[in-house]
Structures are given as structure tokens and as C-alpha cells.
């Protein structure tokens, strides 16, 4: 069990080492220094104080959009809307925050809570077909990404708009902030959030009769059927989630980091966490740690900008070839097997 | 009245037919892929790296055509990276696909940066763009309806011509039948001895070759710029067709005239003066109410398959009774 669990961790390492290799000749290939391009990295990851509150902040919603990527691959379920549902729920959070004046905490607390709702019922029509006519999740939750930006940022400049200001709503009232945990850093409780939901989903995996159910539908949905799982509702359920949780994680950015919300706001969060979960193979906890190792690459990032010729989304780049190098392991687990098998794969 | 017969007119059908044929083309790629048993979620990631490098390619070399080739080049090594992961490695064919979009994305980004410098957009530069084909005499035989066939750029007639093509591809050769097999049953054209893995390298190429003139269209023919994701989804719609055509050229091509005219009707309705946000999510939005309601149409032909299979179950279970007799 123990030997196993090691075997899959030094197999994602190697594949993250392959990738960063790729991703240098990349680099050289841009006509920019590998080695000066990683250090400028880690210096803008780690460099200083404030840098590992940046890292953090990073994290943070990449960390609960990895949480909801885990619960809808753990159910079989690729929640690639996660995007979406994150833009609305930071949508839906700034509006209780800016429209309804509250006692201080239960604001916060409500505005989080529509969060939830709206990144939920984002993802219910596409969940309602996967689960009723199992029409494919995949493309009807990436299509509702596109619909989402765009409904937002209508929301924001045509019936919201902060009068003379940019492309934003008016900001939200103090009293639906999420606390900072320094006075240095916009960092905020949104990290405690997102730590506390990861390690909550791993338990609920490991120790309910439910999550043992979900992770069955998950792995093996036929033998989930003859054990008696609604596989069709729990299909529903679990995207429903996943899609609450992807709501929650805009909610935590306009309230703990923009205040407000804006066009644009938080771009790409949604996919980066669907990339932390796919390294991290489903697993929430592991996920803590590819967040923060993407927190970290985008932090990071922000300094290439500023010190080398080369683009931010460089990162990208590297992120895509982990996950094709992580994928391409799969060879060595299912070597032998007759192409015309069940296309039944693990991530 | 009025405003209706502005906004349906001549025009609009020619500017239908130009929106339709990126997308057309796209998804006719993808109905290779479709075909031989591959979910291929990568054609986004194809197409936009086909625009980028068809651009790259119009200005090194100064001709269009030689830019046309590059971008389809570029598509194709997209491709070849899929087949090898999905195909060879056995990977899974969502994270793969998401993986390589997702790399398109980054990378055309960087490059674009670390060769011009420029964040968002490349406009001229000495991009070269497609000539349009003024087709002789279609003026003087059709009069105001010639531009309903004169005046595209060459990539819209390969597009339109490509779908009858592919009919007969898939009717009426070897490999058409090939890649049909692979993906309808694979146990069979393994006992045939066709080997799955060339015919679905095969498939993957010519979807690649397919998403790369598409993407290029979009940037040396539809446009002659290119810009940060400007294939903005139209490889996604292509999979919601290739889902409920299930990779028929001629459904394809109904499937991305709807399409076509969606985005032609909203570019239309933007100049009216509609909120563009709004306007812009029409294409999106009827993608999404083709993919759920026809999946929704599909429901009796589920529920016949889980009637015959369960009926089989209970013949089964009543066959294990003594003295029963097998119910026909």
C-alpha cells in the first residue's frame, strides 16, 4: 500500500522532471536562458516575505477549484466548467456584497453562500443531461464557460457598473470581507477555506459509506450498479458539487482579494485547478500541494515579466506538458493490454 | 418588417457560409477522429495552433499558400503528439486534448511575445492573406446572388467540397470502411487483422490536416490577424456537432450551418446596436440547446437499448427455470 503510494508520487515527479526539461528546451528555443528563467521563478515563488504571501494567494484559488475538479473525477465526472461556475460565484458573492448592507460576518457568510448556489446551479442543466441522457459533460461544461464570461461581464457593465470607474461593479461593503491573516499581504482566510475543504473531502472519500460509493461510481461504474449506487443521481450530485465548490472559490476571490468584481477577474484559476487535481490523480490532499506548486509557477511568473523577455505563459506551457508527460505513464501500467479493450482509463 | 429584411439578406447567407466554413472544416476533421472511436477534444488546440503558424508562415515566406502550409504543418505535429499519447501510450484522450489546447494556448502566447514583441493581437507585419476567388461569370449569370458563390477565399470551396468527398470517403474506399470498423467494433477489425493503431494514426492525422486549413482560414482568410485564442471556442462546438452527428458529413455540415449562421446573425445584431456580450453568447448558447436537445432526442433509442438488454436478462433468468421454455 505504502509502496504503492511512493511509486505513483516518484512517477508524477519524474513526469513534472521530463516536463521541466521540455519546458527548458522551450525556452532555449524563445532565445531566453533556461536556468536564469527557473531561478527568476523561485525568487518571485519564494524570495521573500512577501513573495510567499503572494504564493499563497495564488494558491488559494487554484487549491479549492483543484478541490472541486477532485470531487467530480472522483465521481468519474470531468467538471471542465469549473471556470465558469468560478466566475459566477465571484459574480454572485460581489453582488450581496455591494447590494445588501448586513451585520458584519452573517454579510460575509450570505455572500458566500450565494456564491455556492450560483456555481452549483451553473452546472445543473449540464448535470441534469449527463446524469438523465448522458449527454457528454465535457463539452456542454467547457461551451457554458464561454456563455458564463460573457454573461458576467454583462452583468458587471451594463446593470452594475461603478459610476466613472472601469470595467468593475462598485466595491463591496467592508462588512463581507474575508478577514487577511497579515497586514503585509492581501492573503486572507481563503487559504484555511480551501485547506479545510481538501482535507474535509479526503475523509468524507475515505471514511463515508457515500464517498466509498462515489469514488465506486468513479472507478468502477457497473459494480457500483450491482452494489446498489444510484449511479444516474450520484452522477448528478457529484457535478452538483463539484460546481458548488468551483462557485465558493470566486466567492473567496472577490471577497478576500478584489473587493469587488471585475471584468476578467481571475483568469484561468478554474483550469489550473483542474491541472493540480489531474497531477495530484484525484486525490484532495495531494492536491494541497500541486496548488501550491502552481501558486507558486504563477506567482513566480509575475516576475518573469518584469525581469526577462519572456511571457507569463510560459508557465502555461510548462503546466500543459506535466499533465501530457504525467498522462503518457499511463504506458507503463497498461502495457499488453488489446487495443480493442474497454477504453476504461485512469487519469 | 423592416428590421428583419436587414438583417436577413444576401449578405447574411454569404456571411453565413464564411462563418460556417472554419467550423466545417474543423469538425470534418474531427469527424475522422469521431469515426474510428476517438473522442478528440484537442481540435480547439489544432486549429489555433494552424493560425498562429499560418501567420507565422505567410510573413517569413511572403506567400500565402507557403503560410497555409505551416499552419496545417503545425496542426498536423499537434496531432501526431495526440495519436502518439492516446493511440500508443494509451493516455486518457480528454486529458490529452485539454492538455494540448492548453499548450496551444500558452504557447502561441510566447511566441508571439518572443517574436514580436507584442501582447494580443499580430495586424500586419507583412501578413500575406488569402486571395478571393472571383468566380467568371457568376456575376452576370446570378446578378446580387453572386456573392452567394463568388468572392470566398479558396479554403470556404475546399471546405463545401470536402463534405461530399468525405461521404464517399466513408462509403466508398478502403480506409473510409477501415476507420468505420475501428470505431464501431474494434474486436471485429481486430479479428479482421486491421491494425487499430494505424488506422487510428491514420484518422488523427487527417483530422489534424483538417483542423490546421481551418485554423488558417481564420487567420490568412476570414481575417487576415491573428489574436490571443481566436479560435474562441469554434473547436469546441465542432466536438457538440461531432457529438450528435456522430461524425456524418452530412449532419456535420447541417449541424455547422447552424452554426455558421448563429455567429454570422450575432456579428449582425452586434451593429444593431445589442449589448455585445449578450450578442456574443448566441453561438454558444445554441450550441448548447442542440447538444442537450438532441441528446434529449436520443432518450428513446436509450430506453429501447436498456428494454432489449433488460428483456435479454429476463429471458435469461427464466431459461435457469426447469421446464420453461425459451420465450422467442
Redesign the interface.
Known amino acids: 500500500m505504502m509502496n504503492d503510494r511512493l511509486r505513483a508520487v516518484s512517477g508524477q515527479i519524474i513526469a513534472v522532471a521530463v516536463a521541466l526539461i521540455m519546458g527548458a528546451i ?1 525556452i532555449l528555443m ?3 536562458s533556461p536556468v536564469r528563467v527557473f531561478m527568476t521563478l523561485l525568487r518571485g515563488a519564494f524570495g521573500d516575505q512577501a513573495k510567499i504571501a503572494g504564493t499563497l494567494l495564488q494558491t488559494t484559488p487554484i487549491l479549492i477549484c483543484g478541490v472541486a475538479a477532485c470531487v467530480g473525477l472522483r465521481g468519474g465526472m ?1 467538471n ?1 466548467g469549473i471556470e465558469g461556475q468560478l466566475f459566477l460565484g465571484g459574480f454572485a458573492a460581489a453582488w450581496v456584497g455591494f447590494a445588501f448592507p448586513l451585520p458584519a460576518g452573517i454579510h460575509m457568510l450570505a455572500a458566500l453562500a450565494l456564491a455556492v448556489v450560483a456555481g452549483a446551479a451553473w452546472v445543473a ?1 449540464p448535470a441534469y ?1 449527463r446524469a438523465r ?4 459533460e ?3 461544461t ?3 464557460n ?2 458564463a464570461v ?2 458576467t ?2 452583468f458587471t ?2 446593470l452594475f457598473k461603478r459610476p466613472g470607474g472601469w470595467s468593475e461593479t462598485p466595491p463591496i461593503l467592508p462588512t463581507a470581507y474575508l478577514p487577511g491573516i497579515f497586514d503585509f499581504s492581501r492573503l486572507n482566510w481563503g487559504l484555511v477555506i480551501g485547506l479545510v475543504l481538501a482535507i474535509g473531502a479526503a475523509l468524507v472519500f475515505r471514511y463515508t459509506s457515500w464517498g466509498y460509493g462515489v469514488t465506486m461510481v468513479g472507478s468502477a461504474p457497473k459494480f457500483a450498479e450491482y452494489g446498489g449506487v444510484n449511479v444516474k443521481w450520484q452522477g448528478f450530485v457529484v457535478l452538483l458539487l463539484s460546481g458548488a465548490v468551483g462557485g465558493l472559490a470566486g466567492g473567496v476571490e472577490t471577497l478576500g482579494v478584489h473587493h469587488r468584481f471585475m471584468e476578467g477577474f481571475a483568469p484561468g484559476f478554474g ?1 489550473d485547478g ?2 493540480a487535481a ?1 497531477l495530484a490523480n484525484g486525490s484532495p490532499v495531494a492536491t494541497i500541494f500541486t496548488a501550491l506548486f502552481f501558486g507558486a509557477l504563477r506567482n513566480g511568473s509575475l516576475l518573469l515579466e518584469v525581469d526577462t ?3 507569463r ?5 510548462i ?3 506535466i ?2 508527460s504525467v ?2 505513464q ?2 507503463v501500467r ?1 502495457r499488453g ?4 479493450g474497454e ?1 476504461r ?3 | 418588417m423592416e428590421i428583419l429584411d436587414k438583417l436577413v439578406n444576401v449578405a447574411l447567407i454569404a456571411a453565413t457560409l464564411r462563418t460556417t466554413a472554419p467550423i466545417l472544416l474543423v469538425a470534418l476533421g474531427g469527424s475522422f477522429t469521431t469515426k474510428a ?1 476517438i ?1 478528440n ?1 484537442g481540435l480547439e488546440g489544432q486549429m489555433l495552433a494552424g493560425a498562429f503558424f499560418a501567420v507565422l508562415g505567410s510573413i517569413w515566406t511572403g506567400s500565402a499558400l507557403l503560410g497555409v502550409a505551416c499552419g496545417v504543418a503545425a496542426a498536423l505535429a499537434f496531432a501526431l ?1 495526440f495519436a502518439v ?1 492516446v ?6 484522450e ?3 486534448g ?3 489546447n ?2 496551444a ?3 502561441t ?6 517574436i514580436f514583441g507584442t ?1 494580443g493581437s499580430i495586424v500586419g507585419q507583412g501578413i500575406v492573406g488569402l486571395p478571393k476567388v472571383q468566380l467568371p461569370g457568376a456575376r452576370d449569370l446570378l446578378g446580387s446572388w453572386a456573392s452567394l458563390i463568388s468572392g470566398f477565399t479558396p479554403i470556404v470551396y475546399v471546405a463545401f467540397i470536402a463534405v461530399p468527398l468525405l461521404v464517399l470517403f466513408y462509403n466508398s474506399t478502403r480506409l473510409g470502411l477501415y476507420i468505420r470498423v475501428v470505431g464501431e467494433k ?2 471485429a ?2 479479428a479482421l487483422g486491421i491494425s ?2 494505424r488506422v ?1 494514426y491514420i484518422a488523427s492525422l487527417l483530422c489534424g490536416l483538417l483542423a490546421g486549413l481551418a485554423g488558417a482560414h481564420l487567420s490568412l482568410g476570414y481575417i487576415t490577424m491573428f489574436t490571443e485564442n481566436m479560435s ?2 469554434r473547436g ?2 465542432a ?2 456537432i461531432l ?1 450528435f452527428s456522430n461524425g456524418d458529413p452530412l449532419k456535420v455540415l447541417a449541424g455547422c450551418l447552424l452554426f455558421g449562421f448563429a455567429d454570422a446573425f450575432s456579428l449582425r445584431l452586434q451593429t444593431f446596436g445589442y ?1 455585445s ?2 450578442v ?2 448566441v453561438p ?2 445554441v ?2 440547446t442542440a ?2 436537445a438532441l ?2 432526442r ?2 428513446p433509442k ?1 430506453i429501447m437499448e436498456t428494454l432489449a438488454s433488460m428483456q435479454k436478462l429476463l429471458s435469461a433468468d427464466k431459461s435457469t427455470e426447469p421446464g420453461s421454455k425459451h420465450p422467442s
Open positions: 522551450i524563445v532565445g531566453e470531468f471542465v442543466i443531461f441522457y448522458n449527454t457528454n465535457v463539452v456542454s467547457i461551451l457554458s464561454y456563455v460573457l454573461l461581464s454583462y457593465i451594463f483550469f483542474l491541472i489531474l523577455g519572456a511571457s505563459e510560459i508557465i502555461t506551457v503546466q500543459a506538458l499533465i501530457l498522462s503518457a499511463a504506458l497498461r493490454d488489446s487495443q480493442a477504453r482509463w485512469k487519469f | 472511436g473522442f477534444i503528439v499519447l493511440v500508443s501510450f494509451r493516455a486518457n480528454v486529458v490529452v485539454l492538455a494540448l492548453i499548450l494556448g500558452g504557447m502566447i510566447s511566441l508571439m511575445k518572443a501582447r474494434p474486436e477489425a481486430e487499430i493503431t487510428r474562441s471556442g469546441f462546438m466536438v457538440a457529438i449589448p456580450y449578450l456574443l453568447t454558444y448558447v450550441a448548447l447538444l442537450f441528446s434529449y436520443a432518450r436509450i
